[in-house]
């Protein structure tokens, strides 16, 4: 198993999990254009997915997915929430319920509900049989269930969306800053960090900062963040940028 980003952060998401014949988009944030060039540099066209999974209605996650899911004949898999809120009606829709585990191809998919102002908001882990990848991009605070999900696995893109410090003290609105650090918001660098340390890290092979503010965070705090939990050096941590997303990864 072994996935790429194309893309994180509020301009646009998504990320490919691939696992033997099969290839999922993990959301999709982009128009047809630019996910065929984006595609492209991880060696990929779309004809080669088979499906995309959406996390949640939110335009930098779904705002591609009807015309992407329309020109290439894909399906779509979401919850009844995210399906009634983003009205994909262009689109073959899948509706999942956010606690029970389904196959696409030969990836096992494993969603769990987790708190963001969304409809219905899910994240995912992926597993062969064999390794574990988790994914957590949007959340606004950890809970219990989040953390069982994500335990054990060899590979985590966690969101390290905004350093606290330079939110409060940056040039947002008093209300965005309130609902980006809010319960339903986003997890800054310490969250992320403190949802690390809870986890079973022992198989980890690969850790990726993910939705990281252009405005409001920098990737070296992110990075000293996770990597003081884990006792590595900053650079071990990989980051899901904006515009060059991450190359592949393999789990194992």
């Known amino acids: ?17 691939e696992a033997g014949a099969t290839r999922l988009l993990l959301d999709c944030g982009f128009g047809p254009r630019i996910l065929v060039q984006r595609l492209a540099r991880v060696g990929l066209a779309p004809e080669d997915l088979d499906a995309i999974l959406v996390t949640h209605e ?3 996650h779904v705002g591609g997915v009807a015309a992407c899911a329309q020109k ?8 009844h929430g995210t399906a009634g809120a983003a009205a994909l009606v262009e689109a073959s829709l899948q509706v999942f319920d956010s606690h029970a585990g389904f196959a696409v191809g030969d990836l096992e998919v494993l969603p769990f509900p987790v708190p963001h102002d969304a409809r219905e908001p899910v994240q995912f882990v992926f597993s062969d049989g064999a390794c574990r990848l988790g ?15 994500l335990m054990s696995c060899e590979a985590l893109v966690l969101e390290c969306n905004h ?9 947002y609105p008093p209300h965005l800053k309130r609902r980006i650090a809010g319960r339903f918001g986003h997890l800054d ?12 890290r022992r198989r980890l092979r690969h850790v990726v900062a993910a939705h990281l ?5 920098r ?5 000293a963040a996770l990597a003081t939990v884990l006792g590595c050096e900053p650079e071990w941590i990989g980051v899901a940028d904006q515009d060059a997303g991450c190359d592949w990864r393999d789990v194992g």
């Open 163 to 171: 350093d606290l410090d330079m939110l409060m003290k940056g040039r």
């Open 1 to 17: 198993m072994r996935f790429a980003s194309l893309g994180s952060g509020s301009r646009g998401n998504a990320l490919v999990v």
């Open 58 to 60: 939110h335009a930098d």
């Open 219 to 223: 990737p070296e705090l992110a990075r």
């Open 135 to 149: 994914v957590l991009t949007d959340a606004g605070c950890v809970t219990p269930h989040m953390v069982e999900m």
């Open 213 to 217: 503010s252009q405005e409001n965070n």
């Open 72 to 79: 290439f004949g894909l399906e779509v898999f979401l919850t």
């Open 189 to 200: 660098n310490s969250a992320a960090a403190e949802l690390l340390a809870q986890l079973d």
